[in-house]
Every structure is written in C-alpha cells, then in structure tokens.
C-alpha cells in the first residue's frame, strides 16, 4: 500500500508551479524576440546586412521557443489536472506513484526534453491519451531544430526595414546598388528577393 501513496499534494503543486514557469519562460523568450528584431532594425539602418540576417535567425529562433515552452506548459498543466482527479477520486496506482522519482529535479530543470519525457510517464499512466498530445509533439520537434528557415529570416528582414522606414535595395535590378553593399548580391539569390525583383520589374 506504501506505493500507492507517493504521489502528494506538494507533487501536484510542482506540476503546477512548473507549468507557470515554462509559461514565464515563453515571455522571456517573447521579449528577447523584440530586442533581436530592434537589433535588426539598427543593424539595417547602418547598412549592414550580416549582423542584420544573425539578428533575425536569434529573433525566429526565440519566437519557436517561446511557443515550445507554452506548448509544454499547456501539457504540464493538462496532466497535473489529471493527477488531480486521481488524488481526488483515489485512483492514484503504485505504477503512477513511481513516475514521481525524481519529478522535482526535472521540472526545476526547465528541460523540455527531459520534462516532455516526464510527461510522457504521465500520461502512459492514464487510460485515455489524447491525440493532441502526440501531434504537439510532432509540431514541437519541427519547430526546435536550430536552423531557420531562410525565408522567414528574408520575411522579418524586410518587416523590420519597413517598420524603419528604409528599402533594403534587396530587389534592386543588378547594376543598381544601395548602401547594403556586397550582401546585396548574395540577399538577391534569395526566392522572396527574386520574387520581388519580378514584381518591380512588371510595375
């Protein structure tokens, strides 16, 4: 019977607590976004084009972790609602009590792997698992590869000069050139680049 006791009320508080953490981890993430994008707009305005695309990668790359952390800190908090029920209707089992070995140092490590397969623990032990689950999961692994995607990179490039004020000279027909210097050559292989050049070309 010890077994069936190991789950306690202070573990369904850290679940809790841990669901809020991810959550304020995504803000953090939110707010690096808009200092990368202003870093972005500067790095335009002075003209230089690498700094500016290394700006951009770091903003895509916040604005995909923040969205990871509150994927998971939507999955902690469905399963801690879960074990709620099971405490409340004691229906807590020996194999669900053994999940929680070492449950606090995974949370407190705001792991999303380590946490993702915690969860994935949880929700074994429970009769139904939602299929949601399994396509966030899907979902989540796309977004959490390090590469950006070059033309979201281009995308936010472009908004950023936009909101500055500036024309990136990125679609300027060859032989024309603007402040953006040499990296203008390489942005123009860019598809968005091209598919704007055709667009300026046709006006």
Do not use: W
Request: charged share 30%.
């Amino acid at each position: 019977m010890r077994g069936e006791h190991h789950i306690r009320p202070e573990h369904l508080f850290n679940l809790k607590f841990a669901a809020k953490n991810l959550e304020r981890n995504a803000k953090k993430c939110d707010k690096e976004e808009k200092t990368e994008k202003n870093k972005v707009k500067k790095a335009i305005q002075k003209g230089n084009m690498e700094v500016a695309r290394i700006h951009a990668e770091n903003a895509i790359r916040q604005k995909n972790q923040s969205v990871n952390y509150l994927r998971m800190s939507a999955r902690v908090d469905a399963v801690a609602a879960r074990v709620q029920t099971a405490l409340t209707m004691n229906q807590v089992t020996k194999s669900m009590a053994g999940v929680v070995k070492g449950m606090d140092m995974t949370l407190k490590s705001m792991n999303l792997e380590k946490i993702s397969a915690l969860m994935d623990k949880f929700e074994h032990q429970f009769e139904t698992l939602d299929v949601q689950t399994a396509q966030m999961e899907d979902t989540m692994s796309s977004t959490t590869t390090l590469t950006t995607p070059q033309n979201q990179v281009d995308s936010l490039l472009h908004e950023m000069a936009d909101e500055a004020g500036l024309d990136l000279n990125m679609e300027l027909p060859q032989g024309q050139t603007g402040s953006v210097g040499t990296s203008v050559a390489s942005a123009e292989q860019d598809e968005l680049s091209q598919r704007l050049a055709k667009l300026r070309d046709q006006i």
